[in-house]
């Protein structure tokens, strides 16, 4: 069977680093590989074949690193030369080479990535695959190695993971939010037979908590409403579009942005909820109306004035467009000294909250909001009539 040593090579230069590369041994053959790793001579135990990681040291985080490095390089040289013992065929230090150089350029975590958001693009699975990108932004921050292997996802790269994110203030659900996404790529990298699994994120959370309700109450809903923003077309349009979110239910922003003109016909604007599929259907007031008089018709087939360009690239302008109107919000949440951020999700949470107050039940506010997630709800509520609902959002609009 073959073997691996690791070697150190001191520079011809006296006082720079040398280089630390890998023997291959099979058959009486030899074949040395570069690591592409540096350190001083004084960094290395050539009777041990190991890195000196002197405690304290300013180098020992450095150091630490590479150590770790050359670990998972020598398991994966190991993985390389057990898969050709069971496979019984004939192979030798080239082949062996071969194999670690190609997973080495092929298999690096950010590579991986890009073929699997590439994939789920081909697929029209758009929404996932920008939440695949918004993590693989997150991970190029915490570690910018464009060499860093998929078998380099170990339980200490996973938890330093974790604590970067926390430093960075994001909360526990965000957190586990890129640790999952993280997760998902690595379990298909082991469905894939690329690396073994090794269990990394059994220290982690990546559970999902219960998060604090962003519900503004009726009066602040009325003096948002009541703002005589004309002077600021940019916080009037967003005040209108959280407005509409709000007389529609809750209706999520990427549903409102993407109803179309034929959507809305015999007074009931109908459409299917893009997070969870679930065909909803909604009586046509006329605050909604108002609104929608507000701003020239709409020139695309889209009934709102969001994506109102034709040849556009829509994902990218709906989420610059919530972009800007939240950051609008943010400052009329200023102006009506609201006591939370306000965002156009606080539409929805207030929405239930305005329903919650008026003594609707539950099932009523469950069906209105679409919340097909709710099981126990669902089971049955599924044939309430829209007219019910219609007379809660009714109670709701009238009453600020």
């Known amino acids: 069977m073959a073997s691996i040593k690791v070697k150190f090579r001191p520079s011809s230069v006296a006082g720079n680093e040398g280089s630390i590369y890998y023997r291959i041994i099979h058959r009486n053959h030899v074949r040395q590989l570069n690591a592409n790793y540096r350190i001083m001579p004084e960094e290395w135990d050539d009777k041990h074949s190991i890195i000196i990681c002197p405690s304290g040291s300013e180098r020992y985080t450095r150091l630490s690193a590479t150590k770790e490095k050359i670990r998972i390089d020598i398991q994966r040289f190991s993985k390389i030369i057990r898969d050709f013992e069971l496979q019984g065929i004939p192979y030798s230090a080239e082949d062996i080479a071969a194999i670690f150089e190609r997973h080495s350029r092929e298999y690096t975590l950010f590579n991986y990535m890009h073929s699997l958001i590439s994939s789920l693009q081909q697929k029209g699975k758009v929404r996932t695959a920008e939440t695949y990108r918004t993590a693989f932004n997150s991970l190029r921050k915490f570690c910018n190695d464009d060499r860093m292997t998929l078998d380099a996802i170990t339980s200490d790269?996973?938890?330093?993971?974790?604590?970067?994110l926390r430093a960075r203030g994001n909360t526990p659900n965000t957190t586990s939010f890129y640790l999952r996404i993280l997760r998902a790529v690595y379990n298909r990298a082991v469905e894939n037979d690329i690396i073994e699994n090794r269990h990394p994120f059994r220290h982690v959370y990546t559970g999902v908590e219960k998060t604090v309700k962003r519900a503004l109450p009726i009066n602040m809903i009325r003096k948002i409403r009541a703002l005589d923003l004309s002077r600021?077309?940019?916080?009037?349009?967003?005040?209108?579009?959280?407005?509409?979110s709000f007389f529609l239910r809750g209706m999520s922003f990427i549903d409102m942005a993407f109803l179309r003109k034929s959507d809305l016909s015999n007074g009931y604007i109908s459409y299917r909820r893009r997070k969870t599929g679930q065909s909803l259907k909604i009586k046509w007031t006329d605050d909604m109306q108002r609104i929608l008089d507000r701003y020239p018709e709409n020139p695309t087939p889209y009934l709102l004035p969001i994506l109102t360009k034709k040849g556009i690239d829509e994902r990218r302008t709906y989420r610059n467009t919530s972009y800007n109107i939240n950051h609008q919000l943010k400052k009329i949440a200023v102006i009506v000294n609201a006591a939370i951020p306000i965002t156009l999700y606080c539409a929805r949470h207030s929405w239930a909250s305005a329903a919650r107050s008026k003594g609707i039940p539950l099932s009523v506010i469950s069906q209105g909001m679409g919340h097909d997630s709710e099981t126990t709800t669902r089971i049955y509520l599924t044939s309430l009539e829209t007219s019910v609902v219609d007379r809660a959002n009714s109670l709701i609009i009238s009453s600020i």
């Open 232 to 244: 600021s077309p940019r916080a009037e349009f967003a005040r209108d579009m959280f407005m509409l």
């Open 157 to 164: 790269m996973v938890e330093a993971y974790e604590s970067s």
